[in-house]
Every structure is written in structure tokens, then in C-alpha cells.
């Protein structure tokens, strides 16, 4: 079976620093990745997804993540993050197999910005 | 866009008491599920359905049931509540593709107290 580990429960940085959070896979073959964005009382965001081709993707909010096979990795970056950014977020991971369309999610990155 | 509803965003409910949690999608979406969210444990699937009346065991299946007998509205039933049962309950939906695994839209959420 799938597995996710995001390795930072809870992560700091400035308004205006770069970020990257971690996502880590576990899956024999090229699994479908998902980056998803929860504010404080809200559901879920998709942020961006890889499904195949360019390894490093584009999302919403100036997001972007780089899918590494070697590294069997999915990390989320920002060059600059505002003070909007500051929420929870999820990286998930689906196999592809017709019939069984389930994500299994990681436990979640907190985000806070300081000024 | 998608929208998922969730029919209460906060509820509170007594020991024993059959709770019923609902769930509405306007996007003629095939698949539906049903997550619960803890601090520290992430989203953890308690069951989905890939079609009306269809349904299968998630992660979490116990002391839950569901029931959907119309493509748009997915329930989740707690036939007999207890207080490890008080979470937040995500409710999502996704278009089925032949296992391509589709981006999950997310309801905002319903916080369940049992008291």
C-alpha cells in the first residue's frame, strides 16, 4: 500500500523567505501527487498535482513542486511566502488503478508566518 | 467550480444518539468520500463510493455506515455515537477517470462533538 510522510509537523519562516515543505512517497511505481491547503475552519485546496510528463509543476498561489523518483519525494516551494500563505497543508498520493481512485494523505505541514 | 456542502458546519450531539452527517456535490462527480481530520493523524478515509448505491470501507470503517442513493448526496451515518468520535468530518468528491485519480474537491468540513 501507498504511504505519505511529511517529516515537518510545523514550520516558521518570515513573510518574504523562501519555503519548501516535504513530502516523501512510499509506492513502487509513479504514483498520482497531490498538494492540498487547509485555512484555519476551511476544507481542503488543491494546490497542484503531477500526473506524469514535466517533473516540476505550477500551481495556484505561486506554489510549485518538484517530483524527484530517486529521491521518492513531491516538495512543495514558494520564493516568497506572504503572510496569507500561513495554513496547514497536505500532501497526498494516489495509485494509478482503475477502480481504486483513493488518496492517502500525510499528516499535514503547519505553516505560520512571522513578520 | 465544484462545490461540496456540507449540510452543518458544527454540530453537538449526546452518547448513544444515531447521527446523521450530509454531504452534497453539484458536479455530477461518480466518486464520494468521507474523511475524518485529528490533530497529528491527518485525513484518515472512513469510506467512499464510486457510484450510487456503491460503497466501500476506507481506513476507518468502524462504528460508521453510509448510504447514497442519488449520484449527488453521500451520507455518513453514526449509528450509535461516542465521544472518540468527535472530530472534524470532510466530506469530498472526485470525477472517476479509469483509476487516473482525479483531484478530490473538499467540503468545508462539519465539527462533530459527542458529549
Known amino acids: 500500500a501507498q504511504s505519505v510522510t511529511q517529516p515537518d509537523i510545523h514550520i516558521t519562516v518570515s513573510e518574504g523567505a523562501s519555503l519548501e515543505l516535504r513530502c516523501n512517497y512510499s509506492?513502487?511505481?509513479?504514483?498520482?501527487l497531490f498538494w492540498y491547503v487547509q485555512s484555519p475552519g476551511q476544507g481542503l485546496q488543491l494546490l497542484l498535482k503531477y500526473f506524469s510528463g514535466d517533473t516540476l509543476v505550477q500551481g495556484i498561489k505561486g506554489f510549485e513542486a518538484e517530483f524527484k523518483r530517486s529521491q521518492s519525494s513531491f516538495n512543495l516551494r514558494k520564493p516568497s511566502v506572504h503572510w496569507s500563505d500561513a495554513a496547514e497543508y497536505f500532501c497526498a498520493v494516489g495509485r494509478p488503478n482503475f477502480g481504486n481512485e483513493k488518496l492517502t494523505f500525510g499528516t499535514g505541514t503547519r505553516l505560520t508566518i512571522i513578520p | 467550480d465544484v462545490k461540496v456542502t456540507q449540510s452543518s458546519r458544527y454540530l453537538v450531539k449526546r452518547t448513544g444518539e444515531k447521527v446523521f452527517l450530509e454531504c452534497v456535490q453539484d458536479m455530477d462527480h461518480e466518486n464520494m468520500f468521507w474523511y475524518r481530520q485529528d490533530p497529528g493523524l491527518g485525513l484518515r478515509l472512513i469510506y467512499f463510493s464510486y457510484d450510487v448505491k456503491m460503497k466501500e470501507k476506507g481506513d476507518i470503517p468502524e462504528g460508521y455506515s453510509v448510504s447514497r442513493e442519488k449520484k449527488e448526496r453521500f451520507s455518513l451515518i453514526l449509528e450509535s455515537a461516542s465521544t472518540n468520535q468527535t472530530s472534524m468530518y470532510l466530506c469530498?468528491?472526485?470525477?472517476?477517470?479509469?483509476?487516473?485519480?482525479?483531484?478530490?474537491?473538499f467540503g468545508d468540513g462539519t465539527r462533530l462533538s459527542i458529549l
Open positions: 469530498a468528491s472526485s470525477l472517476s477517470s479509469r483509476g487516473r485519480n482525479q483531484p478530490q474537491h
Open positions: 509506492y513502487g511505481a509513479t504514483p498520482y
